[in-house]
């Protein structure tokens, strides 16, 4: 599927600049364009939707399968837990009642946290393995996709590293907007390319991920993105583990091996720049829904 104009702000004005290759699937290479008005990357061309779910096909791809055994997955189960903790403070900070819709919630280890702290969820999960763990953890039936929720009134909705796998962002983001109560709040976890290690790394950068993530995000394309929809950024929150783990897997990228010292230097250095310039490795943007 090719794109001819920029999902974001619609212009045809689209330029190549760079290539990067699917290292956890099937070693291909695909292409990441860049809109020349607003900014926006995207992995164009990129796999007719009904393929996708081919590309996420390995016991490597953590949020679906918690089977992984290797160093770097260990690494990521230990942090995890240290962010469920901070996702359901942050999130009990910021609504007023507890129902909650987590979109994309993999194998159910958030959901059902927040589900044990007092919180009434939902999730939406399309891999079929993940959901069916998902459903094993909490004892709900999670939703395949956004469009079979049929609650709405969410105070608080989250896409954890999400938004940029779902194919139809206009879609998505309409989707979203409906399903949130009035005055509640979107939360939205993406990466962003202009932090330090993805100008180290370039088309070795973890977390371009092609062609599984569709989409390149900065603070500049998010925020137009949202705006759009009639929907305000208030404030941003920096995922500083990300840095050390997104190195550690662009490391393995590169040079075949995870170089661990030279990846907590790299991860450390992104994290004291973006002290400054606040372009972390990953982002969690705060959206609100007018009370309106």
């Given amino acids: ?75 990521y189960k230990i942090s995890r837990g240290f962010a469920l903790r901070r996702k359901q403070k942050l999130i009990g900070r910021l609504s007023k009642t507890k129902k909650l819709l987590d979109v994309g919630c993999g194998t159910g280890h958030f959901i059902d946290y927040c589900q044990r702290h007092g919180w009434q969820v939902s999730g939406v999960e399309p891999n079929q393995i993940a959901r069916l763990q998902a459903e094993d953890k909490t004892k709900i039936s999670i939703r395949h996709n956004l469009s079979d929720v049929t609650a709405s009134g969410f105070g608080v909705i989250t896409l954890w590293h999400v938004l940029e796998h779902l194919p139809n962002l206009e879609q998505t983001m309409n989707q979203l907007k409906a399903l949130l109560a009035p005055g509640g709040v979107l939360i939205i976890a993406v990466p962003n390319f202009e932090a330090y290690e993805a100008t180290v790394f370039k088309e070795y950068w973890a977390a371009y991920d092609v062609p599984r993530h569709l989409y390149h995000f ?25 840095s050390f783990y997104i190195s550690l897997l662009s490391n393995t990228n590169k040079y075949s091996r995870s170089k661990y010292i030279n990846s ?27 009370e309106a």
Wanted: glycine residues 6%; charged residues 20%; positive net charge.
């Fill in 264 to 290: 907590f230097i790299t991860g450390l250095l992104s994290n004291i720049y973006a002290l400054k310039s606040k372009n972390y490795s990953s982002l969690i943007y705060q959206i609100n829904k007018s």
């Fill in 1 to 75: 599927m090719n794109l001819d104009r920029c999902p974001v702000c619609n212009s045809h004005n689209i330029n190549h600049i760079i290539t990067a290759r699917d290292y956890l699937v099937t070693k291909e290479r695909f292409q990441i364009d860049s809109c020349g008005e607003c900014g926006f990357r995207f992995t164009n061309p990129r796999p007719d939707d009904d393929k996708l779910a081919g590309y996420y096909d390995s016991k490597g791809y953590i949020s679906h399968s918690d089977e992984g055994t290797s160093l770097i997955n260990s690494l």
């Fill in 218 to 242: 900065n603070h500049a394309s998010l925020s137009r993105l949202t705006k759009n929809h009639g929907l305000k950024i208030v404030r941003t929150y920096a995922m500083r583990l990300d």
